[in-house]
């Protein structure tokens, strides 16, 4: 399905752990040298778990303080899920931009969009004082620091799976993912403890101001990240292979890539469905065991916050599986193993939804998030910045993250209404969505494991290579990958001509 068995096999090929014959992993750099732009990349996606999971507790507050001025309107899901239309245009603008453009200039104005709309969502006002108005602000910002979000994506992803190509071969997927995804899972914990402590500290007295406080703190990770991205450079792999300066050929692109992008997208799609859904609604789902008139709302969020840790484990774990079997394995063992739980937890919800069982709740509903971080959650991101050719890469992981935004965006619609089908009984308000979403474990699991390729340590120079030669085979001249401005193809021809006959005559 991916080309031909040849092509395939130098995809899946993992290699021995020798660096001698890897032109990016001889740079002359040291150790964190090549680390820390791969940290620095993939960090600013912490904003997104912190921003989209405070969002969860947020919603709560505003319903607690409004009540059905709050709950019966469309801002109830608006301010949830609109970050992640915001999010999709980021994607897809970025994405074209860290191609056409440059990497790190994408980076560093997502970051000063990360930082500005946080910061304004924080302070929403309506027009004098106007309650709708203010939600109606907040969804606004949402909406436009979900730009900024979508922007961390193709820009700081596919730099930092580039960078990744420097490292030491046999790590370099786990260092990819400790800086993109575990860096989600952090901002998801911190989205959640923070909650906690704003709450503990202002008292339920005063929570108008603690709704603001903790979205006002969205802005801290992308103004310290400014800095560092500030002293950044351009990938050494896009140097070499971007499309900067010529017109890609998006009909070859397209012949190429389709099956693997279609099935990288659909994988995504069903995990941001469930897993972003689950994390924006586990308070509420939290505050639905604890009756709210007699139980503080700092215990639900407290909770909260231990159900979130588990996404660490999982995902650091499963950096470390990733290397060991690759991600398409990886990817497999963590969605079905998910399922299994997910079954679990629908199965026995009556149970679980007593306050009294509500460690056993958090036990299984955090193993059942854990294991989805050991499979599509660190793997997905890696899938589609190693899947594609350096030229394209960016606008690939575009398109890829944003059916999976699309995914989340839908699932933060679907769920509520799932809630709303439950038959009379308050135990079938949260199956329906475990049940789905289960199902949906089984199916990602099926479609990874028969449809997506093995992806080995040199997999980001393997791949540069399939598609020169695929290009080659159309006629197309690849001469002018990687050219400079003000470049022509001829010079390229000639440059490119004088570095065979050096190396021929090395060899001789």
Same mark, same amino acid.
């Given at each position: 399905?991916?080309?031909?068995?040849?092509?395939?096999?130098?995809?899946?090929?993992?290699?021995?752990?020798?660096?001698?014959?890897?032109?990016?992993?001889?740079?002359?750099?040291?150790?964190?040298?090549?680390?820390?732009?791969?940290?620095?990349?993939?960090?600013?996606?912490?904003?997104?778990?912190?921003?989209?999971?405070?969002?969860?507790?947020?919603?709560?507050?505003?319903?607690?303080?409004?009540?059905?001025?709050?709950?019966?309107?469309?801002?109830?899901?608006?301010?949830?899920?609109?970050?992640?239309?915001?999010?999709?245009?980021?994607?897809?603008?970025?994405?074209?931009?860290?191609?056409?453009?440059?990497?790190?200039?994408?980076?560093?104005?997502?970051?000063?969009?990360?930082?500005?709309?946080?910061?304004?969502?924080?302070?929403?006002?309506?027009?004098?004082?106007?309650?709708?108005?203010?939600?109606?602000?907040?969804?606004?910002?949402?909406?436009?620091?979900?730009?900024?979000?979508?922007?961390?994506?193709?820009?700081?992803?596919?730099?930092?799976?580039?960078?990744?190509?420097?490292?030491?071969?046999?790590?370099?997927?786990?260092?990819?993912?400790?800086?993109?995804?575990?860096?989600?899972?952090?901002?998801?914990?911190?989205?959640?403890?923070?909650?906690?402590?704003?709450?503990?500290?202002?008292?339920?007295?005063?929570?108008?101001?603690?709704?603001?406080?903790?979205?006002?703190?969205?802005?801290?990770?992308?103004?310290?990240?400014?800095?560092?991205?500030?002293?950044?450079?351009?990938?050494?792999?896009?140097?070499?292979?971007?499309?900067?300066?010529?017109?890609?050929?998006?009909?070859?692109?397209?012949?190429?890539?389709?099956?693997?992008?279609?099935?990288?997208?659909?994988?995504?799609?069903?995990?941001?469905?469930?897993?972003?859904?689950?994390?924006?609604?586990?308070?509420?789902?939290?505050?639905?065991?604890?009756?709210?008139?007699? +139980?503080? @709302? /700092?215990?639900?969020? #407290?909770?909260?916050?231990?159900?979130?840790?588990?996404?660490?484990?999982? $995902? *650091? &774990? =499963? +950096?470390? @599986? /990733?290397?060991?079997? #690759?991600?398409?394995?990886?990817?497999?063992?963590?969605?079905?193993?998910? $399922? *299994? &739980? =997910?079954?679990?937890?629908?199965?026995?919800?009556?149970?679980?939804?007593?306050?009294?069982?509500?460690?056993?709740?958090?036990? *299984?509903? =955090?193993?059942?998030?854990?294991?989805?971080?050991?499979?599509?959650?660190?793997?997905?991101?890696?899938?589609?910045?190693?899947?594609?050719?350096?030229?394209?890469?960016?606008?690939?992981?575009?398109?890829?993250?944003?059916?999976?935004?699309?995914?989340?965006?839908?699932?933060?619609?679907?769920?509520?209404?799932?809630?709303?089908?439950?038959?009379?009984?308050?135990?079938?308000?949260?199956?329906?969505?475990?049940?789905?979403?289960?199902?949906?474990?089984?199916?990602?699991?099926?479609?990874?494991?028969?449809?997506?390729?093995?992806?080995?340590?040199?997999?980001?120079?393997?791949?540069?290579?399939?598609?020169?030669?695929?290009?080659?085979?159309?006629?197309?001249?690849?001469?002018?990958?990687?050219?400079?401005?003000?470049?022509?193809?001829?010079?390229?021809?000639?440059?490119?001509?004088?570095?065979?006959?050096?190396?021929?005559?090395?060899?001789?």
């Amino acid at each position: 399905m991916f080309g031909n068995k040849k092509q395939e096999a130098d995809v899946t090929a993992v290699d021995s752990g020798s660096d001698h014959n890897d032109p990016l992993a001889n740079t002359g750099k040291s150790q964190w040298q090549r680390i820390w732009p791969v940290l620095v990349c993939g960090g600013g996606l912490f904003s997104d778990g912190y921003i989209n999971n405070v969002i969860g507790s947020v919603s709560t507050i505003l319903s607690r303080i409004y009540g059905d001025q709050y709950t019966k309107s469309s801002a109830l899901q608006n301010v949830s899920s609109i970050a992640f239309a915001g999010t999709v245009v980021g994607q897809l603008i970025f994405g074209y931009t860290s191609d056409k453009w440059s990497r790190k200039n994408s980076l560093l104005v997502s970051t000063v969009l990360l930082a500005l709309f946080a910061g304004l969502a924080a302070s929403s006002y309506g027009y004098k004082g106007s309650t709708s108005g203010m939600f109606q602000a907040l969804v606004a910002w949402r909406f436009l620091v979900g730009i900024g979000i979508g922007g961390e994506y193709p820009a700081g992803s596919v730099a930092a799976s580039e960078a990744t190509g420097e490292l030491k071969s046999g790590r370099r997927h786990r260092w990819f993912i400790l800086a993109t995804n575990c860096a989600i899972d952090v901002g998801f914990v911190t989205g959640a403890f923070v909650p906690y402590l704003v709450v503990v500290a202002t008292t339920e007295k005063h929570l108008r101001a603690a709704w603001r406080i903790m979205l006002g703190l969205g802005v801290v990770c992308p103004i310290i990240l400014l800095f560092a991205r500030t002293k950044l450079k351009e990938p050494e792999e896009f140097k070499k292979e971007s499309m900067k300066y010529v017109k890609i050929p998006y009909k070859h692109v397209i012949a190429f890539y389709w099956p693997r992008l279609l099935v990288v997208s659909a994988i995504w799609f069903m995990y941001d469905f469930s897993t972003y859904s689950f994390g924006i609604y586990s308070s509420s789902i939290l505050a639905n065991i604890f009756d709210s008139t007699t +139980s503080p @709302l /700092s215990t639900a969020l #407290g909770w909260n916050v231990i159900i979130n840790l588990f996404y660490l484990p999982g $995902a *650091i &774990f =499963g +950096s470390f @599986l /990733s290397d060991w079997v #690759g991600p398409k394995y990886a990817l497999t063992i963590g969605v079905e193993l998910q $399922a *299994i &739980f =997910g079954f679990i937890m629908a199965s026995a919800y009556n149970t679980f939804a007593e306050p009294k069982n509500v460690g056993a709740f958090v036990v *299984i509903y =955090g193993l059942f998030l854990s294991l989805g971080e050991v499979g599509p959650g660190d793997n997905i991101g890696l899938l589609a910045s190693k899947t594609c050719a350096t030229g394209v890469r960016g606008q690939y992981y575009g398109i890829a993250a944003s059916v999976g935004k699309i995914g989340a965006f839908v699932g933060t619609w679907v769920f509520p209404e799932l809630e709303k089908i439950n038959g009379g009984s308050a135990a079938a308000k949260l199956q329906y969505p475990f049940y789905l979403s289960s199902a949906m474990c089984v199916f990602t699991g099926l479609i990874a494991f028969f449809f997506l390729p093995n992806v080995g340590q040199d997999t980001i120079t393997t791949e540069d290579i399939r598609f020169r030669a695929y290009l080659e085979s159309r006629g197309w001249d690849t001469n002018q990958l990687g050219m400079i401005k003000g470049e022509s193809i001829e010079s390229r021809a000639v440059i490119h001509q004088d570095n065979r006959d050096n190396a021929s005559d090395e060899k001789l």
